[in-house]
C-alpha cells in the first residue's frame, strides 16, 4: 500500500507517523503497449502503469532509477499490488466527491519532499507526473484523515499504557529521562490516532479486495 512515515519501506513512501500514502497514481491515458496486467472492477492496470509506479517510487524515494524488471520479478508483483489498491481507494475517492485541492498547496508538497528541483527526466517522468503524483497523495491523505482519522478515538487508559510500557522504557534504554506523560501525551494520542487509522485503512482494503472483482492476468499472456 504506498503507503506513507513511511510504510513504504524501501518502497513506499509515507508521511510522518503511521498515515498510509499511497504513492503513484494509474494514468487514466496510460500507454497500452505491453498488456493488461490486472482489472479492477472495471479498471484496467497495464504492465507500462506499472513500470511507471515503480519510477516514480525511486524518483520519491531518492533512489536511482530502475531497469524494468521482468513481468514475474518481485518488484513488478509489489508495485502491481500497491497498483490495484490505488484503484481501490481511487474509486472510493470519486464517490466523497470532496472539494478540489488548489494547485499551490501540490507545489508545497513537492517541496515538503524535496524533490522540486530533481530532474524527473532520468526516470522517464515530467514535471506533470510529479504534479499529479503530489496532488494524488494528498487526496489520499485528506480521504484517510476524514474516513478514519476521525473515526480513530483514542482513550486516556491507551495512552497511559503507551507511556508507562513503550515510550518511557525505550527512552530509559537510551539513557533519557522520559518528559512527564503530560509533556508528550498530545502526540501520544496523535501518534496512536494515526496508527489506529491505519489500521483501519487496512481492514476496509481487506473489505475492497473481497467485494471488488480482481482479475491479475499471466504475465506471459499476450
Not at 515530467?126 to 473515526?151: I, S
Request: with cysteine.
Amino acid at each position: 500500500m504506498f503507503r506513507s512515515a513511511r510504510h513504504f519501506e524501501a518502497n513506499r513512501v509515507r508521511i510522518p507517523l503511521l498515515i498510509p500514502v499511497l504513492l503513484a497514481a494509474c494514468s487514466g491515458g496510460a500507454e497500452i503497449v505491453d498488456g493488461v496486467a490486472a482489472v479492477v472492477g472495471r479498471r484496467a492496470i497495464t504492465w507500462s502503469d506499472v513500470r511507471r509506479q515503480l519510477r516514480l517510487e525511486a524518483f520519491f524515494n531518492h533512489q536511482p532509477p530502475p531497469a524494468a524488471p521482468p513481468k514475474r520479478s518481485p518488484a513488478t508483483h509489489s508495485g502491481l499490488e500497491r497498483l490495484i489498491e490505488q484503484q481501490l481507494l481511487r474509486a472510493e475517492i470519486e464517490q466523497a466527491n470532496l472539494p478540489p485541492i488548489e494547485d499551490r498547496e501540490i507545489e508545497k508538497r513537492l517541496e515538503d519532499l524535496k524533490v522540486s528541483k530533481t530532474d524527473p527526466a532520468p526516470y522517464g517522468l515530467t514535471r506533470q507526473d510529479l504534479l499529479g503524483q503530489a496532488r494524488w497523495q494528498r487526496e489520499v491523505d485528506r480521504f484517510v484523515e476524514v474516513r478514519f482519522t476521525a473515526a480513530a478515538s483514542i482513550s486516556p487508559v491507551q495512552v497511559e499504557t503507551y507511556y508507562e510500557k513503550t515510550l518511557a522504557p525505550e527512552l530509559k534504554a537510551k539513557g533519557v529521562e522520559p518528559p512527564p506523560l503530560e509533556e508528550v501525551r498530545r502526540k501520544i494520542e496523535d501518534s496512536l490516532r494515526e496508527q489506529r487509522a491505519n489500521e483501519l485503512l487496512e481492514a476496509w482494503l481487506l473489505e475492497q479486495r473481497a467485494r471488488v472483482r480482481i482479475q491479475v492476468m499471466d504475465p506471459e499472456t499476450p
